[in-house]
C-alpha cells in the first residue's frame, strides 16, 4: 500500500536528560530509560545495540514528556529521559532532578500529514484547507510537543 505524507509545521528537537540514580533501588546493569512515545521504537533499537555491547539491560517506560516529567518531578527514579522537548529537560535540570550539563539534543523530527488512503494527502497539505477528510488526529496538545505543533500548524 502507498502512503502519502506532506511535511508540515516547524522542526521538534527531542532532548535527552541524564537522570542521578538517586536511590538503591537502581541495579548495576540496568539503565531506566523514560522515552517519549513517538521515539519508543527508534529507542528500542539503539538499545538492542547498547545490550549487545555493554551486557547491560535497559527497562522503559513510555508517554508522552509532560506525563514523564511530571513522573520524575513526583519521585519516579530514571536514569535517563529522553524528551520530546527541550523545556521539561531543562525544568528538570534547573530544578535539581537531573545531572547538570547533561542535557543535549539527540534528533530533530518533523510533522508529517499522513494517511493510511493512497492519494488523500497533497505535497503541499491542501486536504487540510479542503475540509475533505472524516477525521484528524493530532497528540494531546497540553502533554505532547507533536500535540501543540500541530495545533500551531
Known sequence: MSRSIAK???GIIFNLLLLLPLTSQAHAGTVAVAVAA?????????????EAKTGDAAIFSAGSSGQLYTQIAQGA???????ADSMRPKKAEEEGLAVPGSRFTYATGMLVLWSAEP???DPQ???LRRASFAHLAIANPDAAPYGLAGMET
Open 125 to 127: 497539505g491542501d486536504v
Open 38 to 50: 513517538n521515539f519508543e521504537a527508534a529507542a528500542k533499537e539503539i538499545t538492542q545495540a547498547f
Open 8 to 10: 508540515l509545521g516547524r
Open 119 to 121: 492519494g488523500v494527502v
Open 77 to 83: 527514579l530514571f536514569d535517563i529521559f529522553m524528551s
